[in-house]
């Protein structure tokens, strides 16, 4: 890996370390809410394995895991479209991009991710475009998130969903969207315990 990505990440690593102890007091809208270590390297492996060349993220925050994947997409010269709302984290993100040298290949949407889903959705160029998504905003609107991406999904494609299992008051929304997953015969799914509890979906149909 490139010393420059590995230094972004470590620096990123430890920042969320203080901020999940709690030992500095960070407004909510200013925290990280990265993925794990160890789920960025689940994301890197399967973009890697899968050769993955059109990616998108809901929920850039300061970029950790828009990093980790573009480690790997870099091997198909792929790109990644990131979705998130918060200006000052997009600041954040951005720099952090540079510095890491990844910026070329990340393209951010701002603004509400429902919005930004209907638009894209409606564009015949994504459809059944991206081979990897990463789904990891508010949980709230997940099934109409998830409804809208399907269709953007190539066959084979891998949605990873993150917070399946924490923090637990996501729990009973992130079973019930489980479920949904489970229900539809298009797809296989699983939960993993992989970080804060990883869902990872194929698309079969
Ligand atoms: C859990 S964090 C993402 C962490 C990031 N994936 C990582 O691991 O580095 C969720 C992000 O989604 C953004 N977000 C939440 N709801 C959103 C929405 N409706 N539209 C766009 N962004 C949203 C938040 O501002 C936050 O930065």
Redesign the pocket.
């Known amino acids: 890996m490139k010393e420059s990505i590995v230094k972004v990440l470590e620096e990123?690593e430890a920042q969320s370390s203080l901020e999940k102890s709690r030992k500095v007091n960070i407004p909510p809208?200013d925290r990280?809410?990265?993925?794990t270590k160890e789920?960025?390297e689940l994301l890197n492996m399967i973009l890697r394995l899968k050769k993955a060349k059109n990616m998108l993220?809901?929920?850039?925050?300061?970029?950790?895991?828009?990093i980790w994947c573009a480690e790997a997409i870099a091997e198909q010269s792929g790109n990644i479209i990131s979705?998130?709302?918060?200006p000052s984290?997009i600041r954040r993100a951005k720099a952090n991009f540079q510095k890491a040298e990844v910026n070329d290949s990340i393209f951010i949407k701002t603004?509400?991710?429902?919005n930004?889903l209907k638009e894209l959705s409606r564009q015949e160029k994504y459809k059944n475009f991206f081979d990897f998504v990463?789904i990891?905003?508010?949980k709230e609107?997940i099934i109409e998130y998830f409804d809208l991406i399907l269709p953007m999904v190539s066959l084979q494609g891998v949605i990873v969903t993150?917070?399946m299992l924490y923090p637990e008051k996501y729990r009973e929304e992130m079973k019930k969207f489980s479920n949904y997953l489970k229900a539809n015969p298009d797809l296989i799914t699983i939960t993993s315990e992989i970080g804060n509890g990883e869902e990872i979906t194929i698309k079969l149909k």
């Open positions: 990123l809208e990280m809410l990265t993925i789920t960025g993220e809901v929920g850039t925050s300061v970029g950790y895991s828009t979705i998130e709302q918060n984290k603004g509400n991710a429902m930004i990463l990891d905003a508010d609107s993150d917070n």
